[in-house]
Nanobody, 125 residues
Framework: QVQLVESGGGMVQAGGSLRLSCAPS????????MGWFRQTPGKEREVVAA????????YYADSLKGRFTISRDNAKNMVYLQMNSPKPEDAAVYYC??????????????????WGQGTQVTVSS
């Protein structure tokens, strides 16, 4: 059974930094791409960033490009989201997701097959 386990959420001061991690399980699990999404109450889940395992191509929400960085460690089978200079409006539940085969989009949550349970990020001003 595939599981995606997020970690690293919590409270961060505006302007600080925080790194989220995602560990797909089992370690032999492979996919075309991984994504980070976020959601706040009453709003739709939105893409933060995505990355292809092969080649490392990255894709970002335009509004977050430059502040957030997605990366992967193929050897450890881990995906990370580095959040720099977060703002109060970045507070949300952040989800890791896996797209097993390319499904036409890196930005659409419906293109992803597996999801983590989410990790809360709170940004204090």
């Amino acid at each position: 059974q595939v599981q995606l386990v997020e970690s690293g959420g919590g409270m961060v001061q505006a302007g600080g930094s925080l790194r989220l991690s995602c560990a797909p399980s089992p370690r032999t699990f492979s996919s075309h791409a991984m994504g980070w999404f976020r959601q706040t109450p009453g709003k739709e889940r939105e893409v933060v960033a995505a990355i292809r395992w092969t080649g490392g191509n990255t894709y970002y929400a335009d509004s977050l490009k430059g502040r957030f960085t997605i990366s992967r460690d193929n050897a450890k089978n881990m995906v990370y989201l580095q959040m720099n200079s977060p703002k109060p409006e970045d507070a949300a539940v952040y989800y890791c997701a896996a797209q097993v085969f390319y499904s036409g989009s890196y930005y659409n949550p419906n293109a992803y097959d597996y999801w983590g349970q989410g990790t809360q990020v709170t940004v204090s001003s």
